[in-house]
Protein backbone atom coordinates (compact mmCIF):
# COMPACT_ATOMS: atom_id res chain seq x y z
CA UNK A 1 0.00 0.00 0.00
CA UNK A 2 2.68 2.18 1.05
CA UNK A 3 4.30 1.62 -2.53
CA UNK A 4 1.40 1.60 -4.62
CA UNK A 5 0.85 5.52 -2.66
CA UNK A 6 4.57 6.55 -3.87
CA UNK A 7 4.20 5.34 -7.16
CA UNK A 8 0.44 7.23 -7.70
CA UNK A 9 1.91 10.52 -6.16
CA UNK A 10 5.49 10.47 -8.87
CA UNK A 11 7.33 12.74 -6.66
CA UNK A 12 9.32 11.91 -3.42
CA UNK A 13 7.04 12.25 -0.64
CA UNK A 14 7.33 11.92 3.03
CA UNK A 15 5.61 9.50 5.76
CA UNK A 16 3.06 12.15 6.68
CA UNK A 17 1.92 12.69 3.05
CA UNK A 18 1.30 8.92 2.40
CA UNK A 19 -0.40 8.54 5.38
CA UNK A 20 -3.04 11.28 4.84
CA UNK A 21 -3.99 9.08 2.33
CA UNK A 22 -2.99 5.74 4.14
CA UNK A 23 -4.53 6.58 7.90
CA UNK A 24 -2.10 4.10 9.34
CA UNK A 25 -1.45 4.70 13.23
CA UNK A 26 2.25 7.13 13.16
CA UNK A 27 4.44 4.02 14.62
CA UNK A 28 3.77 1.92 11.78
CA UNK A 29 3.75 4.18 8.67
CA UNK A 30 7.28 4.95 10.17
CA UNK A 31 8.36 1.27 10.34
CA UNK A 32 6.93 0.73 7.33
CA UNK A 33 9.41 3.40 5.72
CA UNK A 34 12.56 2.42 7.62
CA UNK A 35 11.83 -1.60 6.79
CA UNK A 36 11.58 -0.14 2.82
CA UNK A 37 14.62 2.06 2.91
CA UNK A 38 16.61 -0.58 4.51
CA UNK A 39 16.05 -3.44 1.96
CA UNK A 40 16.35 -0.89 -1.10
CA UNK A 41 13.24 -0.48 -2.04
CA UNK A 42 12.68 2.91 -0.89
CA UNK A 43 15.72 5.63 -0.72
CA UNK A 44 15.71 9.32 1.13
CA UNK A 45 15.84 12.12 -0.78
CA UNK A 46 19.04 14.86 0.02
CA UNK A 47 16.21 17.25 1.66
CA UNK A 48 16.47 14.35 4.29
CA UNK A 49 12.37 14.39 4.34
CA UNK A 50 11.41 13.01 1.33
CA UNK A 51 11.56 9.54 -0.29
CA UNK A 52 11.43 8.53 -3.79
CA UNK A 53 12.07 5.27 -5.35
CA UNK A 54 15.17 2.97 -4.10
CA UNK A 55 17.63 1.00 -7.03
CA UNK A 56 15.67 -2.22 -5.99
CA UNK A 57 12.66 -0.97 -7.27
CA UNK A 58 13.36 1.15 -10.07
CA UNK A 59 15.22 -2.31 -11.14
CA UNK A 60 11.92 -4.23 -10.66
CA UNK A 61 9.89 -1.49 -12.77
CA UNK A 62 12.53 -2.08 -15.22
CA UNK A 63 11.99 -5.73 -15.51
CA UNK A 64 8.29 -5.34 -16.16
CA UNK A 65 8.24 -3.06 -18.74
CA UNK A 66 10.60 -5.38 -20.28
CA UNK A 67 9.03 -8.58 -19.66
CA UNK A 68 8.47 -10.26 -23.26
CA UNK A 69 5.02 -10.26 -24.25
CA UNK A 70 4.76 -6.16 -23.50
CA UNK A 71 8.33 -5.48 -25.41
CA UNK A 72 6.97 -7.39 -28.18
CA UNK A 73 4.01 -5.36 -29.26
CA UNK A 74 6.50 -1.97 -28.04
CA UNK A 75 8.90 -3.01 -30.75
CA UNK A 76 6.38 -3.11 -33.24
CA UNK A 77 5.16 0.29 -32.51
CA UNK A 78 8.62 1.53 -32.61
CA UNK A 79 9.18 -0.66 -36.03
CA UNK A 80 6.75 1.02 -37.39
CA UNK A 81 7.57 4.14 -35.84
CA UNK A 82 11.30 4.34 -37.51
CA UNK A 83 10.33 3.13 -40.92
CA UNK A 84 7.68 5.85 -41.34
CA UNK A 85 10.14 7.99 -40.06
CA UNK A 86 13.32 6.64 -41.43
CA UNK A 87 15.82 7.52 -38.22
CA UNK A 88 16.24 5.63 -35.10
CA UNK A 89 13.42 5.55 -32.05
CA UNK A 90 14.04 5.32 -28.38
CA UNK A 91 11.83 5.03 -25.70
CA UNK A 92 13.34 6.22 -22.12
CA UNK A 93 12.31 5.93 -18.90
CA UNK A 94 13.12 8.79 -15.41
CA UNK A 95 15.75 6.96 -13.30
CA UNK A 96 17.28 9.08 -10.59
CA UNK A 97 19.35 11.57 -11.93
CA UNK A 98 18.98 10.50 -15.91
CA UNK A 99 17.06 9.08 -18.54
CA UNK A 100 17.44 5.40 -19.23
CA UNK A 101 16.90 4.05 -22.85
CA UNK A 102 14.79 0.94 -22.59
CA UNK A 103 13.97 -0.29 -26.02
CA UNK A 104 15.03 1.21 -29.36
CA UNK A 105 14.85 0.40 -32.96
CA UNK A 106 17.82 1.39 -35.04
CA UNK A 107 17.75 3.11 -38.79
CA UNK A 108 18.42 1.87 -41.20
CA UNK A 109 20.72 4.72 -42.38
CA UNK A 110 24.82 3.76 -42.30
CA UNK A 111 25.44 6.94 -40.40
CA UNK A 112 23.36 6.32 -37.28
CA UNK A 113 24.20 7.94 -33.49
CA UNK A 114 24.84 5.25 -31.44
CA UNK A 115 23.19 4.96 -27.84
CA UNK A 116 22.14 1.34 -27.04
CA UNK A 117 19.51 0.25 -24.90
CA UNK A 118 20.87 0.92 -21.20
CA UNK A 119 22.79 4.35 -22.17
CA UNK A 120 21.74 6.96 -19.66
CA UNK A 121 21.51 10.59 -20.80
CA UNK A 122 21.20 13.81 -18.79
CA UNK A 123 17.97 15.44 -17.75
CA UNK A 124 19.05 18.93 -19.04
CA UNK A 125 20.54 18.16 -22.52
CA UNK A 126 18.48 15.72 -23.93
CA UNK A 127 14.98 15.28 -25.56
CA UNK A 128 13.26 12.74 -23.42
CA UNK A 129 14.97 13.96 -20.58
CA UNK A 130 13.82 17.73 -20.78
CA UNK A 131 10.13 16.30 -21.47
CA UNK A 132 10.33 14.39 -18.39
CA UNK A 133 11.68 17.69 -16.65
CA UNK A 134 8.31 19.27 -18.33
CA UNK A 135 6.26 16.91 -16.31
CA UNK A 136 8.06 17.84 -12.72
CA UNK A 137 5.47 20.40 -10.84
CA UNK A 138 7.13 23.81 -10.32
CA UNK A 139 8.89 22.69 -6.40
CA UNK A 140 10.69 19.81 -7.70
CA UNK A 141 11.70 21.78 -11.31
CA UNK A 142 13.08 23.97 -9.27
CA UNK A 143 14.63 22.37 -7.11
CA UNK A 144 16.32 20.27 -10.04
CA UNK A 145 17.54 22.82 -11.77
CA UNK A 146 19.03 24.70 -8.69
CA UNK A 147 21.00 21.63 -7.58
CA UNK A 148 22.18 19.79 -10.84
CA UNK A 149 25.18 20.40 -12.76
CA UNK A 150 23.99 21.86 -15.88
CA UNK A 151 27.46 21.48 -17.68
CA UNK A 152 27.33 22.27 -21.08
CA UNK A 153 28.26 19.15 -23.53
CA UNK A 154 28.27 21.35 -26.84
CA UNK A 155 27.84 25.22 -27.39
CA UNK A 156 23.83 24.94 -27.36
CA UNK A 157 23.68 23.54 -24.40
CA UNK A 158 21.06 25.26 -21.76
CA UNK A 159 23.41 25.34 -18.76
CA UNK A 160 21.44 28.36 -16.91
CA UNK A 161 18.62 27.20 -14.38
CA UNK A 162 15.74 29.85 -15.19
CA UNK A 163 16.57 29.17 -18.95
CA UNK A 164 15.91 25.75 -17.91
CA UNK A 165 12.89 25.76 -15.90
CA UNK A 166 11.09 28.54 -18.87
CA UNK A 167 11.84 25.92 -21.37
CA UNK A 168 10.41 23.23 -19.45
CA UNK A 169 6.90 25.30 -18.93
CA UNK A 170 7.24 26.20 -22.52
CA UNK A 171 7.33 22.22 -23.13
CA UNK A 172 4.86 21.02 -21.52
CA UNK A 173 2.28 23.74 -22.85
CA UNK A 174 3.57 22.38 -26.70
CA UNK A 175 3.44 18.67 -25.71
CA UNK A 176 6.77 17.76 -27.12
CA UNK A 177 10.51 18.70 -26.43
CA UNK A 178 13.58 19.21 -28.65
CA UNK A 179 17.12 18.52 -28.60
CA UNK A 180 19.40 21.30 -30.78
CA UNK A 181 22.77 19.65 -30.96
CA UNK A 182 22.61 20.13 -27.06
CA UNK A 183 23.88 16.85 -25.76
CA UNK A 184 25.76 15.50 -28.57
CA UNK A 185 27.52 17.77 -31.76
CA UNK A 186 25.33 17.68 -35.13
CA UNK A 187 22.46 15.46 -33.32
CA UNK A 188 19.04 16.31 -33.15
CA UNK A 189 15.65 14.75 -31.36
CA UNK A 190 12.33 15.36 -30.88
CA UNK A 191 10.50 13.12 -27.93
CA UNK A 192 6.89 12.81 -26.48
CA UNK A 193 5.43 11.63 -23.52
CA UNK A 194 4.28 8.37 -22.90
CA UNK A 195 1.53 8.74 -20.51
CA UNK A 196 -0.14 6.73 -17.93
CA UNK A 197 -4.22 6.81 -17.73
CA UNK A 198 -4.09 9.55 -15.82
CA UNK A 199 -2.01 11.48 -17.42
CA UNK A 200 1.13 11.24 -15.62
CA UNK A 201 4.50 10.82 -17.67
CA UNK A 202 5.52 7.04 -17.28
CA UNK A 203 8.48 7.53 -19.98
CA UNK A 204 8.96 8.91 -23.68
CA UNK A 205 9.32 8.43 -27.27
CA UNK A 206 11.55 10.07 -29.36
CA UNK A 207 13.73 10.15 -32.45
CA UNK A 208 17.22 10.93 -33.19
CA UNK A 209 18.73 11.97 -36.29
CA UNK A 210 21.85 13.41 -37.50
CA UNK A 211 21.99 16.96 -38.14
CA UNK A 212 23.27 16.62 -41.57
CA UNK A 213 20.16 14.34 -42.56
CA UNK A 214 17.62 15.80 -41.18
CA UNK A 215 17.05 19.53 -39.58
CA UNK A 216 15.29 20.24 -36.15
CA UNK A 217 12.59 21.92 -38.18
CA UNK A 218 11.96 19.23 -40.38
CA UNK A 219 12.20 16.69 -37.58
CA UNK A 220 9.15 18.91 -35.94
CA UNK A 221 7.01 17.82 -38.68
CA UNK A 222 7.29 14.35 -37.21
CA UNK A 223 5.89 15.48 -34.01
CA UNK A 224 1.92 13.80 -34.69
CA UNK A 225 3.47 11.10 -35.78
CA UNK A 226 5.26 10.34 -32.84
CA UNK A 227 2.28 11.35 -30.79
CA UNK A 228 -0.22 8.67 -32.12
CA UNK A 229 2.45 6.46 -31.60
CA UNK A 230 2.91 7.27 -27.60
CA UNK A 231 -1.19 7.13 -27.88
CA UNK A 232 -0.91 3.47 -28.89
CA UNK A 233 1.75 2.46 -26.43
CA UNK A 234 -0.21 4.50 -23.63
CA UNK A 235 -2.55 2.43 -24.54
CA UNK A 236 -0.56 -0.67 -24.66
CA UNK A 237 -0.07 0.17 -21.15
CA UNK A 238 -4.09 0.10 -20.13
CA UNK A 239 -4.58 -3.09 -22.00
CA UNK A 240 -1.64 -4.77 -19.50
Same mark, same amino acid.
Given at each position: ???????? $? #??????? =???? /? +? @??? &??????? %???? *?? =? @? %???? *????????? #?? /?? /? &???? #??????????????? +??? +????? #? *??????IPDRDAMVYLDRVETKWPLRIQLPVGTRVPFYCTASGKMYLSSLDRRHLR !????? $????? &????????? @???????? =??????????? !?? %??? @?????????????? /? +?? !???????? *???? !??????????????????????????
Open positions: MVLEAMAE $A #GVPVTPT =EVNQ /R +L @GLP &KPTIHRL %FTTL *EQ =E @G %FIQR *EIDGRGYSP #GL /RL /R &KMST #GILSSLRIRTARLAI +LNQ +LADEI #G *ETCNIA !SYAMS $ADLAA &KTATTVSDP @GQLMAEAV =EIRERGYATDN !SE %FME @GMIAIAVPIEEGNG /R +LV !STLSFHAP *EQRL !SLTDAVAHVEMLKAAAANLTSLLADD
